[in-house]
């Protein structure tokens, strides 16, 4: 039986998801609704990718019996009020990335998803590309020696973008792109948290954070160094560097289609969408949503690729960032 999406927003990365879904088997997944804050915008959406029912308002989404998972896609400001308004329907979730604008956001999200008994997870898809997967079969194969050093790159000029500019909408380069970097270290480092974090930063007028640079010390004399920005576009690839051997994302590290092994460069494409895209890569989504379906299969709460505990630590380490950048947002203040 196909697993039965509603899509909660119908902005740019819902667009893209949806037609990464789509590239899945019919009889696997299949989009049954959608929801908008205005009705005509959901219509539109339906319309567009030939959605049954087109709902005005999250809450009905939230009523439909007949959804196994709702995909959120709205700005981050809003992922705790839309995740808990799920959870508390007992709608399994996929949420878009960053979970939500703090740990503390974090934490209730995670408790209610627990309380009410649902699968949750926080849409790093980075994580479920074949490349993402190749690397962590040559770490657990210990084909590199012991991981000694890591370094990535997120940068992308984003100043006409005013969910990234604007404070209220989420805006910062830590929240938007940083957290790809970061969710990269901390797989290669298998979820340890950090002894030390190390941030230095510019910000906007704004009072986000424009360009970060984060130095990690993790236990065993291990390193990690990455730059995320929203003002320049970077070289965006990723190193590990073992006892043994270097493997290397050579470009756009957040959704990779080629891997360098000790020189070797192997492509792992994505297939074509069938409408244009707003992102890049965005069809390489099709990979978290089978992971989504595999766990309802399963009958899991959480996946153990992006587990709960890694959202938390992610969030933990992004506050801990934006307080020494010195950016805080009104949601830090409750
Ligand atoms: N995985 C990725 O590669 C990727 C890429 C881009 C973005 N993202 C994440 O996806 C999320 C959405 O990004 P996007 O680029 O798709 O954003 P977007 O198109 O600007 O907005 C997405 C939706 O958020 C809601 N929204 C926007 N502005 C709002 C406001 N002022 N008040 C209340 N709701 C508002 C709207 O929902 P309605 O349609 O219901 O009105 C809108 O359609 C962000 O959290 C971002 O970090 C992920």
Known sequence: MATRWGICGAGKISHDFTVALKTLPAEHHEVVAVAARKLEDAQEFAK???????????????????????????????????????????????????????????????????????????????????????????LAQGELGEAKMVRSEFGLPLAHVPRTVQKELGGGAVLDVGVYCLQFILMVYNGEKPECVQATGICRETGVDET?????????????????????KLPNDAIVVGTKGTIQVPDHMWC??????????????VPEPYLPLNFLNSTGMRYEAEEVRQSLLKGLKESSVMSHADSLLLAEVEDEIRRQVGVSYSQDCH
């Open 212 to 232: 970060v640079v984060v130095t990690l010390k993790f236990s065993k004399n291990r390193m990690a160094v990455f730059t995320c920005s929203s003002g320049i």
């Open 256 to 269: 990779p289609t080629s891997l360098v092994v000790n020189g070797k460069e192997t492509q792992y494409p």
């Open 48 to 138: 567009k990718h030939s959605i049954p029912r087109a709902y005005g308002g999250y809450e009905e989404l939230a009523r439909d019996p007949d959804i196994d998972v709702v995909y959120i896609g709205v700005i981050h400001p809003y992922h705790l009020k839309t995740c808990l308004l799920f959870t508390n329907a007992k709608k399994n979730v996929l949420c878009e990335k960053p979970l939500a604008m703090n740990s503390r956001e974090v934490q209730e999200i995670l408790a209610s998803a627990k309380r009410n008994d649902v699968f949750l997870m926080e849409a790093i898809w980075t994580r479920f590309f074949p490349v993402s997967v190749e690397i962590r079969r040559l």
